[in-house]
């Protein structure tokens, strides 16, 4: 039995563990993105200040604010350790965002209707039913 239990506590671990570095990989990649995004706008005269990343990962953050390294960044491919790098370099600022009020979860994750309706007002959009785009059309075309 014991065998069993430390054997699920290590998988657990090991399931955090990649979790972590599939959210610090996505958190890099977003910040590659969005300092090109950067470049581009600069170009056209746009000046910018530190960049806002918001992420719901408390322990991804810390791996890109901390100077030490870690051993559960070990297995982090060198190319993924960008984003710690802006961080330090004061290019971007790292927030953390409670999970509630990801707004990304609309576009990625199926959810309850309270959900959605909660994440949809957050956005400023309106969410309409068939009936209400129906009756939308029909207006338009008189």
């Known amino acids: 039995v014991t065998n069993l239990l430390v054997g699920r506590q290590r998988s657990k671990r090991a399931l955090s563990s990649r979790v972590q570095r599939l959210n610090y990989i996505a958190l890099s990649r977003c910040c590659s993105q969005i300092l090109w995004m950067r470049s581009q706008l600069t170009n056209y005269g746009f000046q910018f ?3 806002p990343l918001y992420c ?3 322990s991804v953050i810390a791996l890109c604010c901390n100077n030490i390294q870690h051993s559960r960044a070990k297995h982090i491919d060198v190319h993924y350790h960008f984003i710690k790098e ?3 370099n004061g290019i971007v600022e790292l927030y953390f965002v409670r999970t509630e009020y990801q707004l990304a ?7 309850p209707r309270e959900r959605f309706n909660f994440l949809i007002g957050k956005l400023g959009m ?4 068939p009936d209400t785009l129906k009756r939308l059309t029909e ?3 008189e």
């Open 86 to 88: 802006q961080v330090e």
């Open 139 to 141: 207006e338009t075309d």
């Open 56 to 58: 719901d990962n408390k």
């Open 49 to 51: 200040n530190k960049i």
């Open 126 to 129: 309106k969410s309409m039913s």
């Open 105 to 111: 979860d609309i576009f990625i994750k199926p959810l």
